[in-house]
């Protein structure tokens, strides 16, 4: 009962208020933001190592908190997962995304857009025909569209969700296995999964330079992915020392801030005419 600790619940409090009003707002946002078809998507390049381009994108959601900036992309997507709202957000993205790739994929010279998913989409009834059918809507190709869904996050549900991803896939969609390499991934599974695309986390890429036992971690992951024919994508890839490194280690694809920052429309079409100058 001293005063300090008196002092700690009162801060305590303070930051707990703090973060409910942030949710609130993100909430209050969100929905209008979705009405008024303000919500905003950006996109990031991955760079295709053997074709020495940029050859997709990731479609990343952008919620303007009304201060002039964005609110945080993880926090928007988990409160939208608790209440209910994540389904609604990633029609509206899914929509924008393909969208987008219809207008611009082919001027753009981009193969595919990689659209993240929660798996609450992929659990509700009929998922795979409402997903097809947004596509179908947009005009874009199956071949053009690639899922990525949290590796953790799918495991956990994989026998509800398996036979949903089979038919995504063979209606010509890429499933790509989001965020690998965190926590308790296994490469023993990779065989079994109904997946086309391994995406390295941050978490491991990061480490490759520094400790020895990652980078061959990488390197596994790499072997194991070429023996299942499934793409890998390094994420997070920020340094120069970073992308020699990881060129050099057999992924195919890489996409960090040492290329590209996510973008909104007008900036990626720039972005993209830049390069052709040079
Ligand atoms: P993610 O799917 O792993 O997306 C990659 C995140 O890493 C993005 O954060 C991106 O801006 C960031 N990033 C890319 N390159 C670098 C780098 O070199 N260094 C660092 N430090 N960060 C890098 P963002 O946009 O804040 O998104 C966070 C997460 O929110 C995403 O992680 C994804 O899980 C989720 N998310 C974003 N948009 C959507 C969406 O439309 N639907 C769903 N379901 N989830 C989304
Ligand atoms: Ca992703
Ligand atoms: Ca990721
Ligand atoms: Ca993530």
Not at 36 to 46: D, G, S
């Amino acid at each position: 009962f001293s005063k300090e600790s008196g002092q700690k619940i009162v801060i305590y409090n303070n930051k707990l208020n703090q973060a409910i009003r942030i949710e609130a707002d993100i909430l209050r946002r969100l929905k209008s933001s979705i009405h008024n078809k303000t919500l905003e998507v950006w996109y990031q390049p991955l760079s295709k190592l053997s074709a020495d381009s940029y050859t997709s994108l990731e479609a990343l959601v952008r919620l303007p908190d009304g201060k002039g900036g964005y609110h945080s992309a993880a926090l928007v997507i988990s409160l939208a997962e608790r209440s209910g709202m994540v389904e609604l957000l990633g029609d509206y993205v899914l929509k924008r995304a393909c969208c987008f790739m219809y207008s611009h994929g082919k001027e753009l010279g981009l193969e595919r857009i990689c659209i993240n998913l929660s798996v609450q989409q992929l659990l509700v009834e009929n998922s795979a025909d409402h997903l097809l059918r947004l596509i179908q809507e947009s005009g874009v190709a199956t071949s053009q569209v690639t899922l990525e869904i949290t590796e953790s996050i799918l495991i956990q549900s994989i026998e509800r969700a398996s036979a949903t991803l089979d038919t995504l896939r063979r209606a010509g969609l890429h499933i790509a296995l989001d965020d690998f390499g965190v926590g308790y991934s296994s490469l023993n599974y990779l065989s079994n999964l109904p997946v086309d695309v391994i995406k390295i986390d941050r978490s491991l890429t990061q480490q490759i330079l520094t400790n020895p036992k990652q980078h061959a971690l990488l390197k596994s992951i790499v072997e194991m992915a070429k023996i299942n024919s499934l793409s890998v994508v390094a994420e997070g890839v920020e340094t120069e020392e970073e992308q020699k490194m990881i060129s050099a280690s057999g992924v195919q694809y890489i996409q960090g801030y040492y290329y590209a920052r996510p973008m909104p429309e007008k900036e990626l079409i720039s972005f993209f005419n830049g390069i052709e100058k040079n």
